[in-house]
């Protein structure tokens, strides 16, 4: 991957749930250094079944075997964000909106859907939809 940041720089990462976006977390927090990164903001929806944004980091992300050769507190770098890709103003909160602005610097975005049978009309909004609304 090839990505130039400047000192302290901030990402927003999206997808991260999923295969491709794990792989990217760890690339840029193994680089961390080297990429100068400061912090990682990861967008993460809420599960229909009310698993919170923050448990599903821990569940479906940190524990993760990618991550098994990171450092102890690497995730002391990465700051879960509560949203929603196909949602106005991906259903933040106006602060938080304010607040991503004025410090992520770079966006990722790694979030699609994948499934064969999806109906056209999900299809476009998980993988033309998402990417707009970010």
């Given at each position: 991957?090839?990505?130039?940041?400047?000192?302290?720089?901030?990402?927003?990462?999206?997808?991260?749930?999923?295969?491709?976006?794990?792989?990217?977390?760890?690339?840029?927090?193994?680089?961390?250094?080297?990429?100068?990164?400061?912090?990682v903001y990861?967008?993460?929806?809420?599960?229909?079944?009310?698993?919170?944004?923050?448990?599903?980091?821990?569940?479906?992300?940190?524990?993760?075997?990618?991550?098994?050769?990171?450092?102890?507190?690497?995730?002391?770098?990465?700051?879960?964000?509560?949203?929603?890709?196909?949602?106005?103003?991906?259903?933040?909160?106006?602060?938080?909106?304010?607040?991503?602005?004025?410090?992520?610097?770079?966006?990722?975005?790694?979030?699609?859907?994948?499934?064969?049978?999806?109906?056209?009309?999900?299809?476009?909004?998980?993988?033309?939809?998402?990417?707009?609304?970010?």
């Amino acid at each position: 991957m090839k990505l130039s940041l400047t000192k302290g720089s901030q990402i927003l990462l999206t997808g991260v749930t999923g295969f491709v976006g794990k792989v990217v977390l760890e690339e840029i927090l193994r680089r961390r250094e080297e990429l100068n990164l400061g912090t990682v903001y990861v967008l993460i929806r809420e599960k229909g079944d009310a698993t919170s944004p923050d448990d599903r980091f821990m569940k479906e992300v940190a524990s993760s075997p990618c991550f098994s050769e990171l450092p102890g507190n690497w995730t002391r770098h990465v700051k879960v964000v509560s949203g929603d890709l196909t949602r106005d103003e991906l259903a933040l909160q106006e602060a938080t909106i304010i607040g991503l602005r004025e410090r992520v610097t770079h966006i990722i975005n790694c979030a699609a859907s994948d499934e064969i049978d999806l109906p056209n009309a999900a299809a476009a909004a998980a993988n033309i939809t998402s990417p707009i609304n970010v």
